[in-house]
């Protein structure tokens, strides 16, 4: 281990007031991971300007997703709502308290200890509230007028006739160029009225899929890209598992004509399939907290024994990832391929209770509740730092060779997060922007009972104020 003469220290003090008073601070080039003391690297990140406020003490925010388009979905446990927010391509510098947006399919739509939030590529956002359901919204019909319901087709091209289903012709359509469609001659044989009940319940937010009354559905996550599916933590009386459930368009929307602009309604199908089995060790889930998976189809998940059930060897194997690929007989499989160990070669930071994990093309993120910051890892699995933290010198006894000596070290002063719940991402590494120039952290934050719940963003940064010199 590397040890360095400290001369003197230089106050945090000046980097506080820069960023309460929104002043800017000269950037430097990041240091290479693992540099510094301990084997952590000296880079903090910087609480952004920006901030959340959901308005309320008891907002409870249990969740995050942001989707494509840089809105950002948070489930509010204690008001059953889910709001919706354009924070992530807002002015990061703003100090306004966030634009929060008008989701028309979300307006009365409320689920009560709503605990889990995701939306997938089809605009179909899931729920659940930690029962054995999970609820379905179609955001695009309630955003814009609807032509027409169609579910049986006649479709004429190049002289041949063929009578599609509403599966057949969503795939017709996602294979052919709008060129090519504009030359087919459409007929709808079956249609469901405009206003009709039926219509208006398949388009009103509504039960998606129930199990049976021992499935507890804890975490939801969007499934593989061009794949109609979605996963999620099941947590059982006798045990848990990740799960995958397809669905299946059952409806065609149309919003313009000529099939200019058409969207479809879904319905669950089949029973789902198991993903990650039940047990403890590699590979496998028990008390799952949280789900996330990524553009590489790597799946991530948190497991927790805060219910008085013990894991074997509780400190390892709580947060893992398992990568997609087909086996040697062609057949879909998750594997297990990585265990986030809370220890480093110098330094322990041991779980507490980590109740969500997101992820961006290069880091890990995992938040913890009960250690108030955010761990940060790389993609291969080494803790690299905390955030939500502030880098400071702690008075030390240091031993070496024999000889103990009072030194000034290095460590991190959790001050910036009072109670985190969940995580997530925006910015060019995190896959889903390539406009943005900075990585963004987003954390829910439960206020103290004085100050509402807020959303905090941070951002990988250095200045020359922000360390001490060495």
């Known amino acids: 281990m590397k040890t360095a003469a400290v001369r003197h220290t ?3 003090a000046f980097l506080a007031l820069a960023v309460a008073l929104g002043c800017s601070v000269d950037k430097f080039s990041l240091p290479a991971e693992g540099e510094g003391i301990g084997g952590v690297a000296d880079t903090t990140y910087l609480l952004l300007n920006a901030t959340i406020d959901l308005g309320s003490t008891e907002a409870d925010p249990a969740d995050m997703f942001i989707n494509d388009d840089g809105h950002l979905y948070v489930a509010e446990s204690g008001t059953g709502r889910i709001s919706v927010w354009n924070q992530a391509l807002l002015d990061l510098n703003d100090p306004s308290p966030g634009e929060q947006l008008g989701e ?11 605990q889990a939030v995701c939306v997938g590529s089809e605009q179909l956002l899931f729920a659940s509230a930690g029962d054995s359901s999970i609820w379905a919204v179609h955001l695009l019909p309630a955003r814009t007028e609807v032509l027409a319901a169609l579910t049986r087709f006649l479709v004429i091209d190049g002289g041949m006739a063929d009578t599609l289903s509403v599966v057949e012709m969503s795939d017709r359509l996602s294979s052919s160029s709008q060129q090519e469609i504009a030359n087919w001659q459409i007929t709808a044989l079956d249609s469901i009225p405009l206003g009709s009940a039926e219509l208006d319940s398949m388009i009103a937010p509504h039960r998606f899929w129930s199990g049976a009354g021992s ?19 099941n947590n059982g009386q006798s045990d848990s598992r990740v799960q995958q459930l397809n669905f299946e368009p059952v409806a065609l929307l149309l919003h313009g004509t000529g099939f200019t602009a058409y969207s479809y309604l879904y319905a669950a199908v089949g029973t789902p399939e198991r993903v990650v089995y039940p047990g403890t060790g590699l590979g496998f889930i028990r008390n799952g907290r949280s789900l996330a998976r990524d553009c ?12 008085g059930d013990s894991l074997v060897d509780s400190l390892s194997f709580r947060v893992q ?3 997609y690929e087909l086996d040697a007989n062609g057949r879909d499989t998750w594997n297990a391929d990585l265990n986030l160990s809370p220890f480093d070669d ?6 507490l209770d980590p109740v969500d994990i997101s992820y961006t093309n290069t880091h890990i993120l995992v938040c913890d509740r009960l250690a108030r910051h955010v761990q940060v890892f790389s993609l291969s699995g080494d803790f690299i730092r905390p955030c939500g933290a502030s880098r400071v010198w702690r008075d030390s006894l240091v031993t070496v060779n024999g000889v103990t000596s009072n030194l000034l070290v290095k460590d991190w002063d959790y001050d910036l ?4 719940t969940c995580v997530a991402s925006f910015g060019n590494s995190s896959c889903r ?3 943005l120039d900075q990585e963004v952290i987003f954390v829910a934050d439960q206020g103290d009972g004085l100050s509402n719940d807020r959303i905090l963003l941070f951002s990988l940064s250095q200045s020359s104020s922000d360390l001490p010199d060495q």
Request: charged letters at 20%.
């Open 433 to 435: 922007s390539a406009d």
């Open 346 to 351: 110098f330094i322990s930071h041991p779980y």
């Open 296 to 307: 590489n189809n790597r799946l991530y998940y948190t497991m927790s024994n805060l219910d």
């Open 321 to 323: 990832r398992s990568t």
């Open 104 to 114: 028309p399919g979300l307006a009365d739509f409320e689920l009560p200890g709503v």
């Open 417 to 420: 997060l009072n109670e985190p």
């Open 215 to 233: 499935n507890n559905v804890d975490a939801l996550a969007p499934g593989r890209p061009g794949e109609r599916e979605v996963l999620f933590v």
């Open 10 to 12: 230089r106050p945090l």
